[in-house]
């Protein structure tokens, strides 16, 4: 009889398990395979970009104002993307997520969601390029929900995948940085290139930090470093007051003491936190559908919403490099590849020669290949400050200036120094970008080839 009871006891788990899978899957007449091709939208986009919404029998893809979309600013070069916005506010609409944008696809390209529950994104020869890897794992419908996360949920309504938990350039209201999970936000390299740009914000255990990637060497130039945020953070828009007549834009911290405190020694006025948030910015209306976006020049900025006005909708709310938050000179690329920027202004081209007027064409030096013996010389900038100089206490020290010349001379990766005559600190700069105008004890040495 035992013996007997342990086969039918097996075949009835497997019975089981069976009729799980089964019920776990997306019902036939809601699965779905999109084809990339037909007439682009006729309004304007991001990017100057040209676009296709995203729809099928049973999906729209569309709660206001989100939508699916393929969108390119390079022909032939599609994203799978989110659009926040609509055609008939005649306003400038935003891309907000980005499935692909290191791996374009083509004309013909399809969407599918299969009954398995993966939704996959492939070229018109069937080259799978961007999944969600959720192929029998209980999905049993796709959805946007109002918020823009697009996801993927099972009987029950568990999010099983959610684009939240995927941010590229941008974090909507409520969506987070995570250390368990996708830790930062990396910039486009310009308008028209989507690939990963040279400026990341990063969620680490010593904050939530702003680098320039120079050749591999990450520079921080921003942010909230020195402390723990957390596990945690999330870009927010919280009302004032129970009528909901402001809203106030914060990145609230996973954690139950206060945000450390940031030098102020770029800073304006305002506080910045305030118990478990860093604020960000006041708005007298209704902030909800907002987002923060870490954009190709490297500024932290916020777009909100506002449907009061007939036109250019989504304004402009927060900057962190601004006359209200960080100095703009702070920011650099302010001033391109080079040049002194002073009161938010580019205001000259350093050179040998002195300062001379600035352009787009202001450049740094150019220097030799790395080798002994090359000869190198330096000109003087009296007043100027480096970006890196708030985040790294002004350099090393103290030490004579020639000590700190002597550490350039012997660096092939240093392009210039800068010293704190009042400190004798020792600042080593492995790239220059935007100097800012400072007080006259700071003192920029610019190297060249002698």
């Not at 086969?7 to 809601?30: K, M």
């Not at 909230?224 to 609230?252: C, H, I, M, Q, R």
Request: a positive charge.
């Amino acid at each position: 009889m035992g013996c007997f009871r342990f086969p039918f006891l097996a075949i009835l788990f497997i019975f089981f398990l069976f009729a799980i899978t089964i019920r776990a899957q997306v019902p036939a007449n809601q699965t779905f395979k999109y084809v990339n091709q037909g007439e682009f939208g006729d309004r304007i986009i991001e990017y100057d970009a040209s676009y296709r919404w995203i729809e099928t029998d049973v999906y729209s893809f569309y709660r206001f104002p989100f939508r699916l979309c393929f969108y390119n600013t390079t022909p032939g070069a599609f994203i799978f993307a989110i659009r926040a916005g609509i055609p008939r506010d005649e306003s400038l609409m935003r891309w907000v997520w980005d499935a692909n944008r290191n791996h374009p696809v083509g004309e013909n390209a399809t969407l599918t969601l299969g009954q398995d529950g993966n939704l996959i994104l492939a070229e018109a020869d069937g080259r799978v390029v961007w999944q969600t890897n959720t192929a029998n794992k209980g999905v049993t419908g796709i959805s946007m929900e109002p918020n823009g996360n697009l996801v993927l949920h099972d009987k029950n309504g568990r999010f099983i995948w959610q684009s939240f938990d995927y941010p590229t350039d941008t974090l909507l209201v409520g969506q987070s940085v995570r250390m368990n999970g996708y830790n930062k936000l990396i910039s486009r390299t310009s308008d028209a290139d989507g690939s990963d740009g040279k400026y990341s914000m990063v969620l680490r255990n010593d904050g939530l930090i702003m680098y320039l990637n120079n050749s591999g060497q990450l520079l921080i130039y921003g942010g909230w470093p020195g402390s723990s945020l957390g596990s945690f953070v999330t870009f927010d828009a919280v009302p004032e007051n129970e009528n909901a007549t402001a809203y106030e834009l914060v990145l609230a911290i996973n954690q139950d003491v206060p945000p450390p405190g940031h030098s102020r020694r770029l800073l304006q006025s305002r506080p910045i936190r305030n118990g478990g948030q860093l604020n960000l910015n006041k708005l007298n209306y209704n902030a909800t559908y907002s987002f923060l976006r870490l954009g190709s020049d490297g500024n932290l900025m916020a777009y909100t919403y506002y449907d009061k006005v007939s036109y250019l909708k989504w304004e402009e709310s927060f900057a962190f490099f601004s006359s209200y938050f960080i100095r703009e000179c702070a920011l650099p690329s302010k001033c391109g590849s080079y040049g002194l920027c002073q009161r938010r202004m580019c205001v000259a081209c350093p050179s040998r020669k002195g300062l001379l007027g600035w352009s787009e064409s202001c450049a740094p030096p150019q220097l030799p290949p790395c080798k002994s013996g090359a000869m190198v010389e330096y000109y003087k900038i009296v007043g100027v400050q480096h970006f890196l100089g708030p985040y790294m206490d002004d350099g090393e020290g103290p030490m004579k200036v020639g000590k700190c010349r002597q550490k350039c001379d012997k660096d092939c990766k240093c392009v210039g120094f800068f010293y704190k005559e009042d400190t004798s600190k020792c600042l080593l700069a492995p790239l220059l970008g935007t100097l800012i105008s400072d007080v006259n004890t700071s003192v920029g040495y610019i190297k060249y080839s002698k």
